[in-house]
């Protein structure tokens, strides 16, 4: 069972670039990892995935190093509307091919501040 | 973009009655999911659903939940008999192929807020 830990929470201003930092220590080999973003009072939305190395798209940044222990993802210039909860999720296959779920742990509360 | 939309939005009911919180996954998509959030907690996963069975269930999905695919579009989770302590926010989510292949991320609704009194 791939878990995580990332920090409880972080304080930024707007047009600052923010890098949170989630630690995977157990990933297995066919696993990814996932980033998603919660406003309050709406479902998680997915913002970016990688396996290793570096990703990038219109939204965010993901840094993976060769060991794929750790991951950062990174927003560049905030926006106060950046404000939400950031969760980083790893793979945890279940007892089948067919069978799969993600294990959400307690995210990142990124607070943006004008 | 297509998007997955769960009915109702707000559903309050008394303890001990039957609920159905209902979802229409995105067309294409195979797996179907449910998680539930208790206000001020973390997301928890409760069931997966694939090809017309469940996949896997964590330990809350006790024999009060069950859940359905009645049709081709519909996915819903029925809570039997409701206990205080249901009262959560639930999502449905789906997936076009298991996660581990990349590219493939779960898409939520954005939930329906369950108030069990």
């Known amino acids: 069972l791939a878990k995580t830990t990332q920090p409880i929470s972080m304080d930024s201003y707007e047009g600052q670039e923010v890098n949170i930092t989630c630690s995977h220590n157990?990933?297995?080999?066919?696993?990814?990892i996932t980033w998603y973003q919660q406003f309050p009072s709406q479902g998680p939305r997915f913002i970016i995935q990688g396996y290793k190395t570096k990703v990038t798209n219109e939204v965010a940044s993901l840094f993976i190093p060769a060991d794929r222990k750790s991951s950062t993802l990174s927003l560049p210039r905030v926006s106060l509307s950046d404000t939400a909860v950031y969760y980083c999720l790893v793979g945890d296959l279940g007892k089948g091919d067919s069978s799969y779920k993600l294990i959400f742990g307690s995210g990142t509360r990124l607070l943006v501040r004008p | 973009e297509p998007e997955v939309t769960q009915t109702p939005s707000h559903q309050v009911t008394q303890m001990g009655q039957e609920v159905i919180l209902r979802c229409v996954p995105i067309?294409?998509?195979?797996?179907f999911y449910w998680y539930r959030q208790i206000l001020g907690q973390k997301v928890e996963f409760l069931v997966s659903?694939?090809?017309?069975?469940?996949?896997?269930k964590s330990e809350i999905f006790d024999d009060q939940f069950s859940v359905e695919r009645p049709d081709g579009s519909n996915f819903t989770l029925k809570i039997r008999s409701t206990k205080l302590e249901d009262s959560a926010m639930y999502f449905c989510a789906s997936s076009s192929r298991l996660q581990t292949v990349g590219n493939s991320p779960l898409h939520f609704g954005n939930g329906t807020r369950l108030t069990v009194t």
């Open positions: 157990n990933i297995a080999t066919n696993d990814y």
């Open positions: 067309s294409n998509h195979l797996y």
């Open positions: 659903f694939y090809n017309n069975e469940i996949s896997e």
